[in-house]
């Protein structure tokens, strides 16, 4: 009761001292119910009930989901920073389409390291899963949220952050076919 909160505190003071921002700390933090959503599961399907153990194995889940999101938001703001300056040394203004084709470089350069931190971490924690030995009951216990939480959280980060980013910072930018062309007046001047 006291750990866990604390925990997603700390997380988000650091997200926040890492970005300086409300909105992308916020769309981090949202990454993390997404994540313990594969852990319950499979706890559930498991029929493991809550334990000391169990919240550990969601503590770490929350840290290693936050890693993802901060990564996935890095590579779209750097993504999002060379089409600015594209449509810069273009001449044009900086529109819905460029923030759609941002979103969609930045998060295709994801895929691989999002799918390489999770292998990584799914072949270390699976052996758990099957192991008999001293011990094993509890080490159970802290890897099934982990594995549960990295499934979803591929979905999670490679569909969810995206799509939220893009409304973010789509947000006052003219619609697809309209790149912030000056709006007309709704009545014609008489003259």
Known sequence: MIVVPLTLALIFLLLYLNFGRLA??????????????????????????????????FI????????TGVIMLIYLDQALREQREACEREGRPFGRADLN????????????PKMMTVVAIMAGL????????AGSEIMLRIAVPMIGGMVSSILLTLIVIPAVYG?????????????????????????
């Open 24 to 57: 992308e700390t916020l769309i981090v933090m949202l990454s993390l119910p997404f994540a313990l959503v594969g852990g319950i599961w499979l706890m559930w399907w498991l029929g493991f009930n809550a334990s000391v153990a169990v919240a550990v194995g």
């Open 60 to 67: 770490a889940l929350a840290g290693v989901a936050a890693e």
């Open 101 to 112: 084709r941002a979103i969609m470089v930045g998060a295709v350069e994801r895929v691989r």
């Open 126 to 133: 699976l052996p758990i899963l099957w192991s008999t030995g």
């Open 167 to 191: 409304l973010v910072k789509g947000f006052g930018l003219g619609k697809i076919g309209n790149t912030n062309k000056p709006r007309r007046k709704p009545f014609p001047d008489k003259h």
